[in-house]
């Protein structure tokens, strides 16, 4: 019975009554074959349908184990009784990765065929399992009182982490099974402790989708800048080793592999043998040693360094990291009062902000170890000095959690061809700079400790080409790394690069004029689209039928199907609408010319999205890919129909928010099928009216998809978002895309990772599934204190993505951080990370506001302000004084909160659209924390009297750089023009009596009155003014990937209102003004 769907793909059950004639795509022909369907047994998710459970359950009972059996949802029989789809290529492998098992590692690699070695959660982490995409109903805990959002307590007692295995790849589905134990509900909790006073959020993750990324211009190849490393610079990596171990970067280790047994300690049996103390750091060094450079054990072996040809950014000589331990020795985190515990009055210093950017905190490493360190843009931790046991985390009363921006375009890359993957034997951690060699051929894991063997062919460096320096390698002096995995980890040939893009062609689309606009993007960048010659594109188009395009090579011209059946949708021609672009160029083009008129006459209204995803699922399901999904309007038709669950009467005045929870659980579940396929969903919803972003983002949330929101989109009446989305959909047609990807997240043992934030399903504890993976991506996890890290001076994390390049390679990206641990709860203050602070936050509120409400989260919000400084008036302060008082590295910790109350996902009030606040929850949850931390705080800059005083040198072009000023209509005067940097979007706000300088030669007209109402371009003038000013705007959004719209904008406009929104600092009608909120703080922190 689950195999229904695809009995019509193969041609086996009773596909299609007419066969698939071929109609031409022509104007005048437009209709062609409408497809009649036998009734089949239909495919009905919405008998899964289950509850959406209430809020936050009390205490989740084992808060984390809400993912019920795989088995519930994925009932298919295995792969291999599937028959293969005529003329395709049977694809029986595993998802990568492989199912998650946990049979012994002894198991996982030696079965031939197409399989990959299924990951393994070795060694089972001691607690948590994460994500909870799936509340097992049966967990459901009475909506009693909402629990407090602790993200200080200590883990609560959990099981073992539940398997999730993921869908067997090829033609099966699932779509009939039987109810199964769904939940549009996630719970993501957070552990709590019963001692904490009921305040704050609860880490629970459910919100709608994710946030969009985009850009401009930026380059999205590969800066494979260096070259990659290994005797043959490019090819194939050498095979020496033959025997290499099979890898997946969340594969347990083959048992046997690498270079024979450990040598010292027993093998196969870790931990036990190596207390917490690692046994690196003991043996060298009185503490106070001074920083001495390099490792005893090593330090013959330390040879003039030669710097090899290849371009790699070879850090300075010197002590390699991995010597640490001497230099670790000698760390005094506490050497009298560093200036990031400075008491601040709050009530009194009324400028905080830095003049630019707030900088990331440097962790407190020795310089040697911290120069190595992981970029603060790839990978920050809330705190950059890590509690040493949970009851000092819970005693700061400040979150734990790392953010992560994994794929980042990076313009320094080192990366490694090699046969041999060095890696820990026990726990996988790949090499990094962190560990400690105890010789030449012994090195120990920095996360689970165990001591492992240097493969011989380590010990060349191709870089020195030299031998015998282990420590030298480049894996061992980059903390952010790519490997290229050596052909003998590959079971089966990666994926191609394939693009799928269904469009919406109602009367409603064609009426907002994108189509035009899409096809021509696609026709301009159909050259740089990532991949290589096995690359494959189709299209798809729907209104209340859907429409399949025949672009075999050979035909004259594009021919279009219709399959008017959308209850039960089948692929007509299954082998022709994927194609090889480059043997199908030309007909892609034609039909990119054609489609704009094709539809330009329609008056179908309706809307059968949900058979127009089946359908690109079937057709995706034997590759995977990326499918890329252009909506204009509520799905009103057939499956996954959605009814306006908006009153927009009630935008601002409501009580509390309704409906950020999906209506159906219908986009989640072909989501998780998505997933299982390795395809990831991409939405762009383009629209003026309410689209129910909360059931649709759930298509791409569970996908790894990105989600883009163009509100009020319509080619005549908003140029200025048409510009938006051109600039977006080239930068997102034509940067780096990763395929059939996963990422593992490790942390030293002690520590444990429980919740997840981001696009992507959760498949095993640790382990993400992303189908693709994007630049434009961030992530979060919390994590808690699981075991006393007493003996510990540092602790690392290891994020390991790895993926399937557009040219077919596979690829390992590791990011390693390493942070010190602290015992002091002023220690522990000291490294606290505000913005990262706060991004997380934002995560967990977004997740309250779903699964409790947005009042909880709102609450939640400003107790963690409360108590955070709290707890450092009470336990850090020695001399009491008068005033809300925080340490200088908190002191916008209060203006971050005020600033996410007022944000347009959480605030109240003020009139919000549904969708315009979940678009906005999804960006908080998605957006790597740089981009987040404007749309949170926008910068504003007085721009009327740039100079170059202090200015950059970027590229030949001077760019001003004004001062951040405060958000506040104070700094506002009626003189001057002021931008304001919000993130997504940008304001420059015109003064009535501005500067007439500034009007003639920076906007080119001759008065106030005559500055355009909808200008969203700074002309391009030829004088001094206009070039300060554009070389600062330009400079500004080259910062991020996605294109921030300009609005220029009089006292007149339209657009004045959410500017003044964003002057976070001031009262509002509904909101306390900045000092007021300092006031309330204070009253409740001395209650
Ligand atoms: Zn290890």
Redesign the pocket.
């Known amino acids: 019975m689950s195999t229904a769907g695809f009995n019509a793909q193969n041609g086996t059950g009773q596909p299609y009554a007419n066969g698939p004639s071929q109609n031409p795509v022509g104007v005048q022909q437009l209709p062609a074959v409408n497809y009649g369907v036998m009734p089949q047994p239909s495919y009905n998710p919405m008998q899964a349908k289950s509850p959406v459970p209430p809020g936050p359950g009390l205490y989740p009972s084992g808060p984390y184990q809400h993912i019920p059996p795989v088995s519930s949802y994925q009932p298919g029989p295995p792969p291999t009784s599937y028959p293969a789809a005529p003329g395709q290529a049977h694809l029986t492998r595993a998802p990568l990765g492989g199912p998650v098992s946990h049979t012994p590692p002894q198991s996982a690699s030696p079965i031939p065929g197409p399989r990959l070695p299924p990951p393994q959660c070795t060694p089972p982490p001691p607690a948590v399992s994460s994500s909870g995409y799936y509340p097992n109903p049966q967990h459901q805990q009475p909506p009693l009182m909402a629990p407090p959002w602790q993200y200080n307590s200590a883990p609560p007692p959990m099981g073992p982490p539940v398997p999730m295995n993921t869908q067997p790849r090829g033609p099966a589905t699932n779509h009939v099974t039987p109810p199964a134990p769904y939940s549009s509900a996630t719970s993501l909790s957070m552990s709590h402790n019963a001692m904490q006073p009921p305040t704050s959020l609860q880490g629970c993750g459910q919100p709608g989708g994710a946030p969009p990324p985009m850009n401009p211009a930026a380059s999205h190849q590969y800066h494979a800048s260096s070259a990659p490393y290994g005797t043959t610079p490019t090819g194939p990596p050498p095979t020496t080793k033959p025997a290499a171990p099979p890898m997946a970067n969340a594969t347990p280790p083959p048992p046997k592999t690498d270079a024979g047994p450990p040598q010292p300690g027993p093998p196969g049996r870790h931990l036990g043998h190596y207390p917490s103390l690692p046994p690196g750091y003991q043996h060298h060094a009185p503490p106070h040693g001074g920083p001495s450079t390099s490792h005893p054990g090593i330090q013959s072996a330390t040879q003039p360094y030669t710097r090899a040809p290849q371009l790699y950014q070879q850090p300075p000589p010197g002590p390699g990291p991995a010597q640490l331990s001497p230099s670790l020795a000698s760390m005094s985190l506490q050497s009298g009062t560093p200036e990031t515990l400075r008491v601040v009055n709050l009530l009194q210093e009324r400028n905080l902000l830095p003049p630019g950017p707030v900088p990331a905190p440097t962790p407190c490493l020795p310089q040697d170890l911290q120069k190595i360190n992981c970029s603060p843009e790839v990978f920050r931790c809330t705190l950059t000095s890590i509690p040493q046991t949970q009851s000092l985390l819970n005693k700061a009363k400040m979150p734990l959690g790392l953010l992560l921006h994994p794929f980042k375009d990076l313009s320094q890359l080192p990366v490694v061809t090699s046969s041999t993957i060095v890696r ?1 034997r ?2 996988r ?1 790949y090499i990094n700079p962190f560990v400690s060699f105890l010789d030449q051929r012994r090195w120990k ?1 920095n ?2 400790y ?1 001591v492992n063997d240097v493969p011989e062919e380590f010990m060349y460096n191709p870089v020195s080409r030299s031998y015998g320096e282990p420590h030298k390698r480049p894996e061992v002096q980059n903390a952010t790394i790519e490997f290229i995995a050596p052909s003998e980890y590959m079971l089966r040939p990666p994926q191609p690069a394939v693009y799928l893009f269904v469009l919406d062609v109602s009367h409603n689309a064609v009426e907002t004029g994108y189509l035009k606009v899409f096809c021509q993007s696609v026709l301009d960048n159909i050259n740089a689209l990532p991949g290589d010659s096995r690359t494959k594109i189709g299209f798809i188009t729907f209104d209340s039928t859907v429409h399949f395009y025949n672009l075999q090579e050979g035909l004259s011209q594009p021919q279009m199907l219709i399959v008017s059946d959308i209850e039960d949708i089948f692929l007509p021609t299954p082998d022709s609408l994927l194609v090889n672009l480059n043997e199908s160029k030309e007909l892609v083009q034609d039909l990119l010319k054609s489609l704009p008129t094709l539809f330009e006459k329609t008056m179908e209204t309706q809307s059968a999205l949900g058979s127009a995803l089946q359908a690109a699922f079937k057709l995706l399901s034997p590759t995977g890919g990326r499918l890329s999904v252009f909506q204009t309007q509520l799905p009103n038709l057939g499956v996954g129909a959605l009814q306006s669950r908006e009153d927009p009467n009630q935008r601002a005045s409501a009580k509390d928010i309704q409906h950020l929870s999906p209506a159906t659980d219908f986009y989640k579940k072909l989501a998780l099928d998505c997933s299982g396929q390795q395809v990831a969903v991409d939405l762009f919803l383009l629209s003026s009216q309410y689209c129910d972003l909360a059931s649709l983002g759930c298509i791409s949330r569970y996908s790894a998809g990105s989600i883009y929101y163009f509100p009020s989109y319509h080619d005549k009446h908003n140029p200025a978002q048409v510009e938006h989305f051109q600039k977006d959909l080239k930068r997102y047609l034509t940067r780096k895309i990763g395929f059939e990807a996963v990422m593992r997240i490790r942390c030293t043992k002690g520590l444990s990772i429980h919740t997840f934030h981001g696009n992507f399903f959760v498949r095993s504890t640790d382990l993400l599934s992303l189908p693709n993976v994007n630049p434009d991506a961030g992530f979060a996890v919390q994590m808690s204190i699981d075991e006393n890290l007493d003996d510990m001076q540092v602790v690392s994390f290891q994020a390991a993505l790895l993926y399937t390049s557009s040219k077919g390679e596979r690829r390992i990206r590791v990011h390693t951080l390493c942070l010190p641990v602290v015992h002091s709860l002023s220690d522990v203050f000291a490294g606290a990370d505000v913005q990262a602070m706060g991004g997380l936050l934002a995560c967990m509120a977004v997740d309250r506001s779903v699964t409790a409400s947005l009042s909880d989260a709102r609450d939640a919000m400003t107790n963690a302000a409360i108590d955070s400084l709290s707890s450092y008036r009470q336990s850090v302060l020695t001399i009491q004084q008068p005033g809300l008082l925080a340490p200088a590295c908190l002191r916008l910790f209060p203006l971050y909160i005020l600033a996410l109350l007022k944000q347009k996902a959480f605030r109240t009030g003020t009139s919000t659209r549904l969708d315009d606040r979940v678009a906005s929850m999804c960006q908080l949850k998605y957006q790597p924390l740089a981009y987040a931390m404007l749309m949170i705080h926008p910068a504003l800059y007085r721009v009327d009297d740039l100079t170059d005083e202090g200015a950059l040198n970027v590229s030949e072009r001077t760019v001003p750089q004004p001062r951040v000023l405060q958000l506040s209509v104070e700094k506002l005067s009626r003189d001057g023009a002021f931008l304001m940097d919000a993130g997504t979007i940008m304001y420059l706000w015109i003064g009535r009596n501005c500067n007439p300088n500034f009007l003639t030669q920076v906007l080119g007209v001759p008065n106030y009155a005559a500055v355009p109402e909808n200008l969203y371009l700074l002309p391009e003038l030829e004088t001094a003014e206009s070039q300060r000013t554009r070389a600062f705007v330009g400079w500004l959004r080259e910062q991020r990937p996605f294109f921030p719209l300009l609005h220029v904008i009089r006292d007149e406009s339209q657009l004045k209102v959410p500017f003044m929104q964003n002057m976070i600092e001031d009262r509002t009608e509904s909101a306390l003004s900045y000092y007021e909120f300092l006031l309330h703080l204070q009253q409740q922190i001395s209650k």
């Open positions: 820990c026990s726990c951690t894991c996360l689970c165990r």
